[in-house]
């Protein structure tokens, strides 16, 4: 009997081209190389410089996502992009897919939009792979049971060049969440009640497998919404096991595989989850039954309380000091109390449909309070035209929030799509770091559930309220 | 990239803990498609005032801070964004190495990839760094040591072939390109075979 194998151990070892050594990392192979036009131009530029070619275009993917303007004359009418920096970087993605050879869902693609919800959109991401992306949120992928994790710009030129990457072995961190999730507490919630348990580098070091109940009975999108965040807490990458709410994700969608390439895939694709036994280098538990809507007061993911709670109380440590004066929040005060000037919906972490129909359930029929400014954007055009379809779009428009098109937007204020000085917003993103969203901005991170409700009311609110 | 054999210098100390790779260098600068001149906007938030004048009391703008090649940061430096723009941007201001007790993982990696050598120390060397910000230091990459006049060398750990490629001065490209052959041989195997684990 071979002994029992993790998930990630598995997908790991199918992938060593050379193992470890103690002189030398291993060398793994890369299944889909996903890049788009922040983290890429220096490595085709070293490409360029060392006369190398691409060695599997075939497995290589670009988009633009994160300086893309999100106004539609800018997108489709010829309206100038704004920042010129960002114009030209985005005009040399082009020039360096059309060099090398790479297939490109461009500006005015249908398929464009944030490269972590256009790989499942599209059935490129698949359990078994390894998936890398110059882009930290690449975990996001994991939850298809891939192994999938952000890597720097010159390890975007190493896959270029070799479809390889040397890696050091990581260790794994089991995640049991038992229970379920009340209604009203969202995947957001749990991953981040997570991160405020085992803090920001409470992964480091370690791929997190989540397991148990409560992760079983997550739908696909919610699944990555836990995934997406594992680097939040300084993990290598999230895995989740597949199962038939994977497969039925993945039947049918363009690429992925059909007829009996569908069935021998759906056969090895039964084979990856850790074997009963498994042994896993440590364990953590949460109980999703006992979890309630979170929020973020602080300047890192980890510095979390349930909306309904206070801020704590933790003068005299100057790291929690400089941050309260940052967030210009009072410890001890109740989160609720909280004023917002700006919500966001959108981002790799919730910007796909069930988010925004989320998001619409709250607004329906509500508005926006006077003097919030609320920016509803969708993670990609597929997901634009589906809520279009359904009407989300005119559910936004009338509550007094600006729908926009595709792209990492008010996430990370790249595209001129910021947060004002000292304004508060309310955002379904990721990072809540100083200036994440904009110089001086004030994130304060939750579901989009928590973000409509806040945005209804002008500050912040438990959205338990509105889904009665 | 200059190989490394021993960086001797001052240290400037910046005690807080998670310095995220957003602080290091905002999103704003990312529009480059260069990896040069991002020195000037290291921790440009922290810097700089909203008229872009240097803010006197931040660490790096000190006089005493001129020339200093040696980080001490808090606990988990690095964390967040996988942008190597933060330690180029840290290169190309001077530093040389980033010393922590804790170093987040991808900013980890893309630091030995640039010649900027991560140095994760025990809590009491890392406590007496803390205390004597400016002291003049030695990191001895062979040695896989970090050494304070009067104080017992503190080994770091780093593994043989970042430290070969560190000494020498030269990049893991050239490996990875030199396993051709092995790799023609995985991407022969059906995907069946690779992906069934
Ligand atoms: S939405 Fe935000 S976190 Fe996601 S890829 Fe874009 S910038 Fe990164």
Redesign the pocket.
């Given at each position: 009997m071979p002994s029992p194998r993790t998930l990630f151990e598995k997908v790991w070892s199918a992938h060593e081209v050379a193992p470890q050594s103690a002189d030398t990392p291993a060398v793994m192979f890369v299944d889909l190389h996903l890049t788009h036009e922040v983290t890429s131009p220096q490595a085709f530029t070293m490409l360029r410089e060392r006369g190398l070619k691409l060695r599997r275009p075939d497995l290589t993917l670009a988009t633009m996502?994160?300086s893309t303007p999100t106004r539609t004359e800018q997108v489709f009418g010829g309206a100038p992009i704004t920042i010129d920096s960002a114009a030209k970087q985005i005009r040399q993605l082009e020039q360096n897919c059309a060099e090398f050879g790479v297939e490109l869902l461009g500006m005015q693609d249908a398929r464009r939009g944030?490269?972590?919800i256009i790989g499942p959109e599209l059935g490129v991401t698949q359990p078994g792979k390894t998936i890398v992306c110059g882009?930290s949120?690449t975990s996001t992928h994991g939850a298809f049971g891939a192994l999938a994790f952000g890597i720097g710009t010159t390890e975007v030129g190493h896959v270029l060049a070799t479809q390889c990457l040397l890696q050091k072995k990581p260790r794994t961190l089991a995640v049991e969440v038992a229970g379920r999730l009340p209604a009203g507490v969202t995947a957001k919630d749990l991953i981040l009640a997570l991160i405020g348990q085992i803090g920001v580098s409470g992964g480091t070091g370690y791929v997190l497998e989540y397991r148990g109940e409560a992760i079983r009975a997550l739908s696909m999108e919610e699944r990555m919404t836990v995934c997406n965040m594992s680097i939040e807490a300084g993990a290598r990458a999230g895995m989740i096991a597949p199962d038939e709410v994977t497969f039925d994700y993945l039947r049918g969608r363009p690429r992925a595989p059909q007829g009996a390439a569908w069935d021998a895939a759906l056969e090895r694709w039964r084979a990856l989850p850790s074997d009963p036994g498994a042994v896993f280098d440590k364990t953590v538990h949460l109980d999703a039954s006992a979890l309630e809507p979170m929020i973020t007061y602080g300047t890192n993911p980890g510095m979390v309380v349930p909306v309904s709670g206070r801020i704590p109380a933790r003068g005299g440590d100057p790291v929690f000091d400089a941050a309260m004066k940052y967030m210009g929040l009072v410890p001890g005060e109740p989160i609720g109390d909280a004023p917002i000037n700006v919500v966001f919906v959108g981002?790799?972490t919730n910007g796909r449909l069930s988010d925004l129909r989320a998001a619409a359930k709250v607004l329906r029929g509500r508005t926006v309070a006077a003097g919030v400014h609320m920016l509803v954007v969708p993670g990609s055009q597929s997901v634009k035209a589906a809520a279009e379809a359904e009407g989300l779009d005119e559910i936004f428009r009338a509550a007094g929030a600006e729908w926009r098109e595709s792209g990492?937007s008010m996430?990370?204020g790249m595209n001129g799509d910021t947060v004002g000085k000292g304004e508060y917003a309310i955002s379904t993103?990721?990072r809540n770091f100083e200036g994440r969203q904009g110089v001086g901005a004030r994130t304060l991170l939750a579901s989009p559930e928590t973000a409509a409700a806040s945005a209804i009311r002008g500050r912040v609110t438990d959205p338990r309220e509105f889904l009665s | 990239m200059k190989p490394i054999t021993v960086i001797r210098s001052r240290t400037v100390v910046m005690p807080s803990t998670n310095i995220d790779t957003d602080q290091i260098i905002p999103a704003r600068f990312l529009t480059t498609t260069v990896k040069e001149g991002l020195g000037k906007s290291l921790f440009a938030d922290w810097r700089y005032d909203a008229d872009g004048r240097p803010k006197p009391d931040f660490i790096l703008n000190r006089p005493e801070s001129a020339g200093c090649r040696i980080l001490v940061a808090g606990r988990n430096i690095g964390c967040g964004s996988s942008r190597e723009h933060a330690p180029w941007a840290l290169v190309d201001h001077g530093f040389q190495a980033i010393v922590s007790t804790e170093i987040a993982d991808i900013f980890r990696n893309n630091s030995l990839k640039n010649g900027l050598l991560p140095v994760v120390v025990d809590e009491a060397t890392h406590a007496w760094l803390l205390a004597n910000p400016g002291a003049e230091i030695e990191i001895d990459l062979a040695e896989a040591q970090l050494r304070i006049d009067g104080r017992d060398p503190a080994p770091f750990p780093i593994e043989a072939f970042s430290r070969y490629c560190l000494l020498n001065g030269v990049d893991e490209l050239g490996y990875l390109l030199s396993q051709d052959a092995a790799i023609s041989a995985h991407e022969s195997v059906a995907p069946d075979a690779r992906r069934s684990g």
């Open positions: 996502d994160h944030i490269v972590h882009d949120h981002s790799c990492c996430c990370l993103s990721n | -």
